[in-house]
């Protein structure tokens, strides 16, 4: 079992800057894939806006690239946690959404219950 505890959201003018924290608990060591999503007012589905792999590999959101960066802290010892970091800059009224982590391994996908992002203009 994995947790996920997400924080950082709030409301942000347009043009400003964020950094969204996920830290993981539980069986950690098995985690490959960290990611943020998110899910915008009135859609259905969450997008993918950028996901790293377990060796730090980085992909991103087309809409996001060059605002958005991506970074995990991954657990060295068993007391540790596994932290996946979203740096967000250059708001758009368009990032408003609800943002999501989530984290994978062998056959399971976790995620975790979402932070608010606002952008006022």
């Known amino acids: 079992q994995v947790q996920l505890v997400e924080s950082g959201g709030g409301l942000v003018q347009l043009g400003g800057s964020l950094r969204l924290s996920c830290a993981a608990f539980?069986?950690?060591?098995?985690?490959?894939?960290m990611g943020w999503f998110r899910q915008a007012p009135g859609k259905q589905q969450r997008e993918l806006v950028a996901?790293?792999?377990?060796?730090?590999?980085?992909?991103?959101?087309?809409?996001v690239k060059g605002r958005f960066t991506i970074a995990r802290n991954n657990a060295k010892t068993d007391n540790a946690k596994n932290t996946v970091y979203l740096q967000i800059n250059s708001l758009k009224p368009e990032d408003t959404a609800v943002y999501y982590c989530?984290?994978?391994?062998?056959?399971?996908?976790?995620w975790g219950q979402g932070t608010q992002v606002t952008v006022s203009s």
């Open positions: 989530r984290a994978d391994v062998p056959a399971k996908r976790y």
């Open positions: 996901i790293i792999t377990s060796g730090d590999s980085t992909n991103y959101l087309d809409s």
């Open positions: 539980g069986s950690i060591f098995s985690i490959y894939n």
